[in-house]
């Protein structure tokens, strides 16, 4: 539906550019923005103050500029793969619709973005989003030479959880260190069950997977990194000092990442992609929670 009306409503020069940054396909962005936001309420929680609304926009805006820079990057660098897969052959750079060149200028001018908006923040915070693009550099070269480039999206797309603690707390702790990994868990196993679409074609390209890697075993592959992450969160909600509204958004987290694996289906990339859209609804179920514990240091 988003995508449809982007595509009804968006001059048809600039819609390659939309397409580009993934703006036609919010969730990418949404799962990005998530670990930031749970970071951000959760050291609220722990500093015992209100959530910082500011801070949620701020994070907000930064998650779209950047997911849009780092989809951009992805397609210059994979511009000749994405040939040899079906799902990706139409996208803007391979089809011919934007330029190798135009797809730089577009880069530059979005990480622009994403740059001023880490100026807002405390100098650890800038440090910090700063080191997070060797990450961001490095990923899409992971999927030619390791069967786990899942776990360097996960270090990559989880970045936000140490960030959004440090930007209100101006210090590190055990808490985000502990939901910074229980979100790569949450990012390797949505990013497994994404990757359902492509194994056939990934297979003749030569591109690796941990889709690829579990095979029959991907069911029981995807639930270990999800118990994975949901124990990881519990100890961060734990030392963080969350209430009881985290802990009931934790067992609605963990119930919907179940529900996922029972769905998964390896034949059928439409459930695939259906299950990881759905990671967005998991990801607000958690935030909710521990939001809600922060509006009740200012209620209470």
Known sequence: ?????????VPEQFLPYVQLARIDRPVGWWLLLLPCWWSSALAAVSAGQGPHLGHLLLFLIGAIA????GSTFNDIVDRKLDLAVERTRGRPIPSGRVSPFAAVVFLVLQALIGFFVLLMFNALTIWMGIVSLVLVAIYPFMKRIT???????????????????TALQDSLGVAPVLLYAGAIFWTMGYDTIYALQDVRDDSIAGIKSTARLFGEN???GVAKLYAASVVLITLALWLGHAHIFAYVSGVGFAAHLIWQVRKINPASPKI???LFRSNRNAGLILFAGIFADALTNVLA
């Not at 539906?1 to 409503?9: C, D, P, S, V, W």
């Not at 950047?66 to 820079?69: N, P, T």
């Open 272 to 274: 695939a992609l259906v």
């Open 218 to 220: 991907v069911k029981s």
């Open 1 to 9: 539906m988003y995508g449809g009306l982007i595509e009804r409503y």
């Open 147 to 165: 069967s786990w480039p899942q776990a360097v999206l996960g270090l990559a797309f989880s970045w936000g959880a140490l960030v959004g603690w």
């Open 66 to 69: 950047m997911r849009g820079a």
